[in-house]
């Protein structure tokens, strides 16, 4: 089993930067893809970033590209989405995923994860 908190969500003002975190414990050997996805109100939910914490390649919805970034620090088993430029529409809760699986880490590579209870973000205009 693997364990995953978000935190760092909130309400920012459009064009304000927020970064979220989420912290993995337990069996995080057993995973190499990380990522965040995120749903809204009314709304399918929809990947983010995603990344192969054992690799270099990211991946990022088309709505993100160059505003979002993900990392991470391996040290303390944690991922990262630093955003910026937000806008209203990124306005979602937010969860983080993780889960095994063969070569790199896209977004539709997630069908069985574990996954984080999420945190609210709420950008006004």
């Known amino acids: 089993q693997v364990q995953l908190v978000e935190s760092g969500g909130g309400s920012v003002q459009a064009g304000g930067s927020l970064r979220l975190s989420c912290a993995a414990s337990?069996?995080?050997?057993?995973?190499?893809?990380m990522g965040w996805f995120r749903q809204a109100p009314g709304k399918a939910r929809e990947g983010v970033a995603s990344?192969?914490?054992?690799?270099?390649?990211?991946y990022y919805a088309d709505s993100v590209k160059g505003r979002f970034t993900i990392s991470q620090d391996k040290a303390k088993n944690t991922v990262y989405l630093q955003m910026n430029s937000l806008k209203p529409e990124d306005t979602a809760m937010y969860y983080c995923?993780?889960?095994?699986?063969?070569?790199?880490?896209?977004?539709?590579?997630?069908?069985?994860?574990?996954w984080g209870q999420g945190t609210q973000v709420t950008v006004s205009s």
């Open positions: 990344m192969n914490t054992r690799g270099s390649t990211n």
């Open positions: 995923a993780a889960v095994q699986y063969a070569g790199n880490c896209p977004l539709n590579g997630y069908g069985n994860s574990y």
């Open positions: 337990g069996y995080t050997y057993s995973v190499n893809c």
